[in-house]
């Protein structure tokens, strides 16, 4: 393959070399089952919780409130169904319209075995009414899941503020983190429950985890030996939890300066992409991931656009109806107002640490020929 | 999820007879930018030495994916130089099989491309009134009710004004191919 201009960080991303180096020993040397007595499970055990004891310290919270899981929508349904479960009394849930479908499914799951979801609206923007969810918070409110960051549109919600609410009325607050995580700094101290995966970090793909602070209970989803506390069996993947934190630890170090260069790079595509006729900007312009932008461009469908920029080795994504299996454009974008004409053609554009200032300059010298190109082939053309 | 095969890549990248035609016979106008496809054929008709009406051009603008691109570009191509009677009989399961199959969830890219010829021809047979074949008139008024029922459905679904007004207004110039 060609040398590929990779700007879909936000599906996942490489993993990083000390990554790898850190997580190599747990497949062929250290490879003992973490549960064992002898020297090979000590050996595992001790990498397991020295990762765990790292995560829970960027995160500034105690070890045993870091579960392990195979994943954000693992560890994003344990939070969801698990602490539904906990109450088996039944209650209530809300959400927002613009969660990941690991949320939101879950939460349909529930309100198919009696418990009740409200799903918050959001503005133009992407964002929650707080008047609204201190409405929507009653008596039976079990949870509030609220995402920290958008997978799409890179939108923040006022998780502070969101929590605090959930503080004062006595509800639990669980939020998706998966792109905010080592991006920007969380308020982890009024935060009860948290969702990540390693892959969106330079990690592996299969591993993530919950953060469960030790006041939520939590009914498991997977049962059997035990491990993880009681709230998550089966056999710790080490390598995959090796690389977590390896990978976790990366991204607080380098925070800065990464995030310091994708603001950069996010600023640059903006007004590049601006400056094309017909197009918009998806989500809102400052309270957002520095890592994800999401445009829409007139008179063009989103799939045809992905493909162009692939035939020029520039990978991206988009929120088309052509490229989601139910041919139904992408919900985050209807939730926020885009036109549906408008919500066809867009396309989502994520960094990544490996990002360089010669690939975005590949990517703003190619794009506008490929939106040229689409437009001259499409019966709706843009006026000037 | 869905693979693309070889030539529907091929004919994406490089789609053949696109633009609108200068000086076309009549257009078929299919699909509708709610749904994420739209396909405006263009036809030029003229009479072979033999005094038979046929394809003498053949154009086509589209807004769509991948398979809507590619499905445009192949019916152009089969349609190009075939008489009224010929292009009349081509069905998307002609277009999909000319370009080795397409991912099941996009077969209805190739019946598009089909819908948007059968109107092309039957525009160009009604303006210069000549008899109207009953296969012809048959997919004409099953194609008319699918657009009106689509449209019906967005709207209802997409209650907010904006969008079904927004979807007419898409402003629309002339394109010139030079």
């Known amino acids: 393959m060609d040398k590929r201009i990779y700007l879909d960080n936000s599906a996942t991303t490489p993993v990083a070399a000390e990554v790898l180096a850190a997580m190599t ?94 799903t918050l609206d959001v503005d133009a923007t992407g964002q929650i009414d707080l008047e609204q969810l201190k409405d929507a918070i009653r008596e039976d409110t079990l949870l509030v899941s609220i995402m920290a960051g958008n997978n799409e549109i890179g939108t923040l919600q006022p998780i502070e503020e969101i929590s605090t609410i959930c503080r004062e009325r006595g509800v639990a607050f669980h939020t998706d983190a998966v792109q905010a995580y080592g991006k920007i ?79 950069r790079f996010k600023r640059r595509l903006i007004a590049a992409i601006n400056a094309i006729p017909g197009t918009r900007l998806n989500g809102h312009e400052t309270d957002s991931l520095p890592h994800i932008v999401n445009v829409s461009f007139q008179g063009i469908e989103g799939e045809s656009l992905v493909m162009k920029l692939d035939e020029h080795g520039i990978e991206t994504s988009t929120g088309s109806a052509c490229s989601s299996p139910t041919l139904e454009p992408s919900h985050v974008l209807l939730a926020i107002g885009v036109p549906i004409s408008m919500a066809h053609g867009s396309l989502r554009i994520s960094t990544g640490r490996q990002t360089t200032e010669q690939d975005v300059d590949t990517f703003l010298d190619i794009l506008p020929r490929v939106v040229e190109e689409l437009r001259a082939i499409s019966p709706f053309k843009v006026g000037e | 999820m869905k693979v693309y095969t070889e030539k529907v890549i091929e004919h994406f990248r490089h789609p053949h007879n696109m633009g609108k035609l200068r000086d076309y016979s009549a257009v078929g106008k299919v699909g509708n930018i709610i749904c994420g496809d739209v396909m405006w054929l263009y ?21 769509g994916c991948t398979a809507a691109i590619a499905t445009s570009s192949m019916i152009s191509e089969i349609a190009k130089g075939k008489t009224l009677k010929e292009a009349i009989a081509i069905t998307n399961k002609n277009v999909a099989d000319e370009l080795d199959g397409l991912p099941p969830i996009k077969m209805h890219c190739s019946a598009l491309a089909a819908d948007a010829l059968n109107e092309a021809i039957y525009e160009y047979l009604t303006q210069n009134q000549q008899e109207i074949p009953d296969a012809l ?42």
């Not at chain 1, 004891?53 to 960027?58: G, K, L, N």
């Not at chain 1, 330079?202 to 939520?216: C, D, E, N, Q, S």
């Not at chain 2, 036809?43 to 807004?63: A, H, Q």
């Open chain 1, 185 to 263: 700094q969380l308020p982890t101290d009024s935060i009860d429950l948290l969702a990540v995966s390693a892959h969106k970090l330079h990690g592996p793909k299969g591993v993530g985890f919950l953060m469960v602070r030790k006041a939520v209970a939590l009914t498991p989803l997977l049962h059997g030996g035990g491990h993880e506390g009681g709230r998550r069996s089966g056999t710790e993947n080490t390598p995959g939890i090796v690389g977590l934190a390896a990978a976790s630890s990366l991204a607080f170090k380098e925070m800065e300066e990464t995030t310091a260069r994708m603001r």
């Open chain 2, 43 to 63: 036809i030029k008709v003229d009479k072979d030495p033999k005094g038979r009406d046929i394809i003498s051009d053949i154009s086509w603008e589209t807004f």
């Open chain 1, 25 to 118: 020993p747990y497949f062929c040397e250290a490879y003992g089952n973490a549960s064992s007595l002898h020297a090979s499970g000590r050996v595992a055990r001790q990498a397991i919780e020295e990762g765990r004891a790292e995560i829970a310290a960027a995160l500034g919270v105690s070890p045993s409130e870091i579960v392990f899981t195979s994943g954000a929508t693992e560890a994003n349904n344990l939070a969801i169904i698990g602490i539904a479960f906990a109450h088996r009394d039944k209650g209530h849930v809300i959400t927002s319209k613009i969660e990941h479908h690991a949320v939101l499914h879950a939460c349909q799951w529930l309100e198919g075995r009696g418990y009740e979801v409200t």
């Open chain 2, 137 to 178: 008139k048959r997919r004409h008024e099953r194609i008319a009710k699918e657009m009106a029922s689509l449209e019906e459905r967005y709207q209802a679904f997409f209650t907010k004004g904006q969008v079904a007004n927004e979807a007419k207004s898409v402003s629309r110039e002339e394109y010139t191919p030079d």
